[in-house]
């Protein structure tokens, strides 16, 4: 019983979707030539594009492929090492690569980001330059305005004044 379930366990484990293209990947490509150059005697000029592969090696195609792209290597090496141990090497060697890779993407993003914040600062330094200028200017056109209306009161006023002098000096001459 113990034995039924540790099967089960094992096909559940490496259960994967089957439906993958693993050719789409090259490193997985040069995986499975390998793969089949070592087990079918054919050199990698004869066997150029393998059009299907057995349903086992599609099996571990996939769950390798499945364990790169989580970085799982744990569970690579746990996978292969009695019978694969060729492919231990190759596999640390493509995650170090992702790895450095990851690493020189993060850097880039940091670099991005930095400019990216430093524009965000010139230009919010501008925005607040031009907001202050903006109300410098409605300040200025409320100022002119009031002067404006000052300005007219004042002649408004100093016409009612005149007016008024004329029609004192009016009543003064018809006296």
Known sequence: MQQQEDENMHDEDYSVDLSYDATEH?????????????????????QQMPDVFSPLERKRIDFVYKALEYQNLSLLKEFYKDQYPEYLDMLQ??????????EALREESLKINRERKIKNTT???????????????????ESMRFETGLM????ERLREIAEEGDEAAMEDSER
């Open 26 to 46: 090259p490193l997985l490509h040069e995986l499975s030539q390998k793969h089949l150059h070592k087990h079918s005697g054919a050199t990698q000029q004869q």
């Open 93 to 102: 060697n493509v995650k170090d690569t992702l790895q450095k890779r990851l």
């Open 123 to 141: 230009l919010g330094q501008s925005l607040d330059r031009l907001g202050m200028e903006l109300r410098t200017l409605r300040l200025e056109e």
């Open 152 to 155: 007219r009161r004042t002649i």
